[in-house]
C-alpha cells in the first residue's frame, strides 16, 4: 500500500512539475511568471486563488510538522540527557482535556518548539524570495533523498551484480538525475543574486 501511494504521489507531483516547468517555459520563455495563478495579473476565478493558497498552506503546515520532527526530537532528547535533572526539561504535565483523555506536555517542548517557528517565520520574512531558496533547496535534497540513496539501497538489498544491464541503467538515471539537480541549483543561485540586488527586508519580492 506505502509502495503504491508513494508511486501516484511522485507520479502526481512529475506531472505537474513538468507541465508547469516545461510548458510555461515553451509558453512564455524567460517571461514565465513564478506563479501561474497570479502572475499574469488577473486574480479571476478569486475561489481558484483561494482554494490554491489553501491547498499551499495546508501542504506546507503538514510538511512543516513531518520534516521538523527529527530536528525536535534531536534537541529534546540531547538535552534531556546533558540535564536529566532539570525538572523544566524532563518532567511532564498531565493535564486532562474533556472528551479527549489525558494529555502530557512538556513545558521545555513547548517553549523550544514555538521560538522555534518564531525564528523560522521572522527569517521567512526577512528574506523574501522564497521560490528561489525553494528552488535551491529542491536539488540540493531531491537527488540524494530521492534518487541515489534508494537506488543505492535497491542495488545492496537485491543484491544486483555490477555492471550488470539493470544495474547500470540505475547508475544512468542517478547521474542523469545529478545533472539535472546541478543545473537546477545553478540557476537558483543566479536567481537569488538577482534578487538581492533588489531586496529589502521584510518586504515582498515584485
Not at 6 to 15: A, C, D, K, N, Q
Request: with cysteine; aromatic share 18%.
Amino acid at each position: 500500500m506505502m509502495k503504491r501511494a508513494s508511486g501516484i504521489g511522485v507520479s502526481t507531483t512529475t506531472l505537474f512539475y513538468i507541465l508547469c516547468g516545461c510548458i510555461g517555459y515553451a509558453a512564455f520563455g524567460n517571461d514565465a511568471p513564478e506563479n501561474f495563478l497570479t502572475g499574469f495579473g488577473f486574480y479571476e476565478p478569486f475561489w481558484l486563488i483561494d482554494f490554491a493558497n489553501v491547498c499551499i498552506a495546508v501542504h506546507l503546515i503538514g510538511a512543516y510538522q513531518v520534516f521538523c520532527q527529527p530536528l525536535f526530537q534531536f534537541v529534546e532528547s540531547r538535552c534531556a540527557e546533558k540535564w536529566p535533572e532539570n525538572k523544566f526539561i524532563t518532567r511532564e504535565h498531565a493535564i486532562d482535556i474533556p472528551f479527549v483523555g489525558i494529555y502530557y506536555m512538556n513545558f521545555f517542548r513547548l517553549v523550544w518548539r514555538t521560538v522555534y517557528v518564531i525564528v523560522t517565520v521572522v527569517v521567512a520574512m526577512i528574506f523574501p524570495f522564497f521560490n528561489a531558496f525553494v528552488g535551491l533547496l529542491g536539488p540540493a535534497s531531491f537527488w540524494p533523498l530521492t534518487v541515489y540513496f534508494p537506488i543505492e539501497m535497491h542495488i545492496a538489498q537485491t543484491k544486483m551484480r555490477k555492471y550488470s544491464f539493470t544495474w547500470t541503467w540505475l547508475k544512468v538515471l542517478s547521474w542523469a538525475c545529478l545533472m539535472v539537480s546541478l543545473v537546477a541549483a545553478a540557476g537558483s543561485v543566479e536567481g537569488l543574486v538577482q534578487s538581492l540586488k533588489t531586496y529589502k527586508p521584510f518586504q515582498s519580492q515584485e
